[in-house]
């Protein structure tokens, strides 16, 4: 069955260093999707993808954040100058096409800022 | 006010019985809802769906249940297994004025836990 696959699984880096997230979407969908779940709280929208540009963006994505799809298969997400409260777990997601309400996540990507 | 809320943190089940986990939500518009099962250090996965045209959805043991008038739903497992022991989030696509967008609302989760 075909998934969403990140990597890396997990990443410790120190507080101030940028941080690429790495992502492969399910091969024949047309939106992409990051989402993160800060330890304890609620799984949270951060950004969609679609012809290779932003349709939607969450306040928590700002300046910091990043997206980019380099080539046909490759969606990442780079963090600039990572905070301590970025720790979080990122989940990469894509959908077949804009009527499809089903979105499928990844495993996530574990992310510790010391 | 776009939000969905699962206000049961924790729901512990004897293995074989019926499992009800419950979701609330403000925007009457949502037109679609989702839930996701996630097992600890993974990624949510999809579990079943429901239109808001429908009231009931069924996909073999899970049954999602939707009552429009009081914005709720239901997600029922039976019979519950051990290893049905998940999270368990409520989900719905964020609404704006082009319609229902791909981005989705999420609940807190509530953790099942079934026992043999």
């Known amino acids: 069955e075909p998934e969403v696959t990140q990597t890396p699984s997990h990443q410790v880096t120190q507080m101030g260093q940028e941080v690429i997230l790495r992502c492969v979407p399910i091969?024949?969908?047309?939106?992409f999707y990051w989402y993160r779940q800060i330890l304890g709280q609620k799984v949270e929208f951060l950004v969609s993808f679609y012809n290779n540009e932003i349709s939607e963006k969450s306040e928590i994505f700002d300046d910091q954040f990043s997206v980019e799809r380099p080539d046909g298969s490759n969606f990442t997400l780079k963090i600039r100058s990572t905070k301590l409260e970025d720790s979080a777990m990122y989940f990469c997601?894509?959908?077949?096409?804009?009527?499809?309400?089903?979105?499928?996540f990844g495993e996530g990507s574990w992310l510790t800022v010391v | 006010d776009q939000q969905v809320k699962q206000n049961s943190p924790s729901l512990s089940v004897q293995e074989g019985r019926i499992s009800i986990l419950n979701c609330d939500y403000t925007n009457s518009m949502f037109d679609y809802f989702l839930w996701y099962k996630k097992y600890p250090a993974e990624g949510p996965t999809f579990l079943i769906s429901i239109s808001s045209i429908k009231d009931k959805n069924e996909d073999g043991r899970f049954t999602v249940f939707l009552n429009k008038s009081a914005k709720h739903l239901s997600l029922h497992i039976v019979p519950s297994q051990p290893g049905d022991s998940a999270v368990y989030f409520c989900a719905a696509p964020f609404m704006n004025y082009g319609g229902s967008q791909g981005n989705l609302i999420f609940g807190k989760g509530t953790k099942l836990s079934v026992k043999p």
């Open positions: 997601a894509s959908k077949s096409d804009r009527s499809g309400n089903t979105i499928y």
């Open positions: 091969s024949n969908h047309l939106y």
